[in-house]
């Protein structure tokens, strides 16, 4: 077993053990049937973490319905540790916010039905409150964290990424002087073998000469010729180290070099629309180019992995998109050198195009875009790591600025929905002095819910005297809107009205002036 995969073995196996412990603290002895719960919550907890780093939300989502079976309100001493390590294990392995947040959704939704099953819908607020407060932060948390991270491996890449492009620079400095030097040898050289040359002929026809002098001349001519091929091999120096000699032939088609490399066993498909004329030769290099450094880098970094080569002629551009499967996506972008993009970026801007590439469709694609006249397109540098350090380091802010304002904001309008929830029931639990005027004792319950505002208080009101003993199932009703006393209390029992009384809180009664 590699060592990363022990390690992440450990840390599953440690955060099981600290979850089942606090279900275990915190299940009352006492209670037979909680043994059973614990019994089941337990394993339930394993399957959780043992699914929590290919699919979080399901653990969560495990650890939501243990919580919401011992209460509707969610918050459970038992499992409210669960929900909130699956909550931050959500955030920080799901690449997306999306399945999360309709995750919450459904959980809110779900909750408010058995709420509402149930009649009680102050117990849905409290669930809200526990959902984002112990889920919702969490998750908030390890979305920041991930997002973090990315801008430290962004950060790492734009450093290696630099270090290649120093490097590059360096090389193109050598080529640059290599070709200087190929210029000076080409002016100095060249000439002077070409005036031996000449003279050395001149010789060979002259009559005035014996055969003697003309055998000179012509090995004269002879040695030129071969000072000639010297040259050339001097000039092979210059050539790049360690590139081989060239393979393919000179002015290859892209159908040609499609199909060279499927012979070669590459899975490859060519899409490619007949160009509306010839275009130029800067351009058909740099798409014959284009298409080369893409399939190399497949057949390099995703073996096996099928490739997509597109050719698509428009109007005044050709665009070129190479995309390898997802394969491409398993080999670090580090392994490569990462100088044959850099070497293909300089081929397009020269030929006036632009070329991009990156991760995508779950593979790697390479889009570049080139002019099918001269100086058709300008010559733009391609997205470097920089902007991609950029965008990372706005999405950190991003995120961190949702931390902190997502709950604030959502605690604020729950706050406004129990409010509002709170003045609609008050108004619905008051009873006119008429209707209780009304009521007669002995009335059937049917009755007299029939004639009764829809909704009754909580419980009695703090401080009202308590119930009459044999009183049977009570429910208390305002007599005014924004006050709790006094209040109608209205008792049944055995199906009919057994007592209807005014209450009112007995301490502020006796504390009142007479």
């Not at 408010?112 to 407060?133: E, G, H, K, P, R």
């Not at 290696?160 to 050598?174: G, K, P, S, T």
């Not at 499967?325 to 070497?343: D, F, M, N, W």
């Amino acid at each position: 077993m590699r060592r990363e995969n022990t390690r992440e073995v450990l840390a599953d196996l440690a955060l099981w053990a600290v979850l089942a412990l606090c279900v275990l603290l915190r299940s009352d002895p006492n209670d037979g049937g909680s043994w059973w719960w614990v019994a089941a919550g337990v394993p339930l907890l394993g399957v959780a973490v043992l699914l929590c780093r290919g699919a979080p939300l399901v653990s969560l989502g495990i650890a939501v319905v243990l919580s919401a079976w011992q209460t509707p309100e969610l918050f459970t001493a038992s499992y409210a540790p669960a929900m909130a390590a699956f909550g931050y294990l959500s955030g920080r392995r799901t690449a997306t916010a999306r399945p999360a947040l309709l995750t919450f959704a459904t959980v809110a939704a779900a909750g408010l039905a058995l709420c509402l099953a149930l009649s009680d819908l102050w117990s849905w607020f409290a669930l809200l409150v526990t959902l984002l407060l112990v889920v919702v932060v969490p998750w908030l948390s390890g979305r920041y964290v991930r997002q973090y991270a990315q801008l430290v491996s962004t950060g790492w890449r734009l450093a290696e990424h630099m270090e290649r492009e120093r490097e590059a620079a360096a090389d193109r400095e050598r080529l640059r002087e290599r070709s200087r030097i190929a210029g000076d040898m080409h002016d100095s050289l060249g000439h002077d073998l070409s005036l031996i040359a000449v003279r050395a002929a001149a010789l060979e026809v002259d009559a005035s000469l014996g055969e003697r002098q003309r055998q000179a001349a012509r090995e004269l001519r002879q040695a030129a010729a071969d000072a000639t091929g010297r040259l050339r091999d001097i000039v092979g120096v210059l050539r790049e180290d360690g590139a081989p000699a060239p393979t393919a032939p000179n002015g290859e088609t892209v159908a040609a070099l499609v199909e060279r490399a499927r012979d070669a066993g590459l899975d490859v498909t060519l899409d490619e629309n007949a160009a509306p004329a010839p275009p130029p030769p800067m351009t058909a290099l740099a798409v014959h180019r284009v298409v080369q450094e893409s399939l190399t880098n497949a057949a390099k970094h995703a073996p096996g992995a099928p490739v997509r080569v597109s050719v698509a002629y428009a109007a005044g551009a050709v665009t070129v998109t190479v995309t390898s499967g997802p394969g491409a996506a398993r080999t670090p972008p580090a392994v490569s050198g990462g100088t044959g993009l850099i070497g293909l970026d300089e081929r397009v801007r020269l030929a006036g195009g632009t070329l991009a590439h990156g991760p995508g469709d779950g593979g790697f694609t390479v889009t570049a875009r080139l002019p099918l006249t001269a100086g058709a397109l300008p010559a733009a540098p391609a997205p470097t790591t920089a902007g991609e350090l950029h965008d990372a380091r706005r999405r950190v802010r991003r995120n961190l600025l949702q931390a902190v304002t997502v709950p604030l904001a959502a605690g604020l309008a729950l706050a406004l929905l129990i409010l509002g929830f709170r003045f609609w029931s008050d108004s619905r639990t008051v009873m006119d002095p008429a209707q209780y005027d009304a009521l007669r004792v002995g009335d059937t319950r049917a009755d007299v819910l029939r004639r009764l505002p829809r909704l009754s208080l909580d419980g009695p009101p703090a401080g009202v005297e308590p119930e009459p003993a044999g009183a049977g199932s009570c429910e208390y009703y305002r007599a005014e809107r924004y006050e709790t006393t006094p209040a109608y209390r209205l008792c049944f029992k055995d199906g009919r009205l057994a007592s209807k009384t005014v209450v009112t809180d007995v301490e502020n009664e006796e504390d009142r002036p007479r």
